[in-house]
């Protein structure tokens, strides 16, 4: 399983990485892996923040549907649109091209509050 060192994660097995007041937000390796083959990605395509530890939309897998969290406030920058006729990308590409969502961070000091690397290690022990 791959857990890459830059990266903040939240218990709900969100990621997001941060390029100065920017971030951008997908599931980890460990989740894709545990819902199986993803079939559908639901992210309203007219939503304009996110509220930290609310859903911003849902992930379709063979096995189940699950919310996606929000890891931090944000006002939506983008939207993966490639993943409508790919979601398997989230599989495939979990903390590359398989980004669910790009936003500006409201609050950097939300931040402390996710893991780091080795905590997430720990709550899914690895």
């Not at 819902?35 to 639901?42: R, S, T, Y």
């Not at 304009?48 to 897998?61: C, V």
């Not at 406030?73 to 939207?79: C, D, H, Q």
Request: aromatic share 8%; hydrophobic share 40%; no cysteine.
């Amino acid at each position: 399983m791959n857990f890459p060192e830059e990266l903040k994660y939240t218990e709900d097995h969100e990621w997001i990485k941060v390029d100065g007041t920017t971030g951008f937000i997908g599931l980890t390796d460990h989740a894709q892996g545990e819902l199986g083959d993803v079939v559908f990605i639901d992210i309203e395509e007219d939503i304009e923040e996110i509220e930290l530890g609310e859903s911003f939309g849902t992930i379709e897998a063979v096995k189940t549907v699950a919310d996606i969290l929000a890891p931090v406030n944000g006002k939506v920058l983008e939207i993966n649109t490639a993943l409508n006729d790919n979601p398997e990308t989230v599989n495939n590409d979990p903390y590359g091209e398989g980004w669910l969502i790009k936003i500006e961070i409201t609050d950097p000091s939300e931040l402390d509050k996710l893991m780091d690397v080795n905590a997430y290690k720990v709550l899914i022990g690895q």
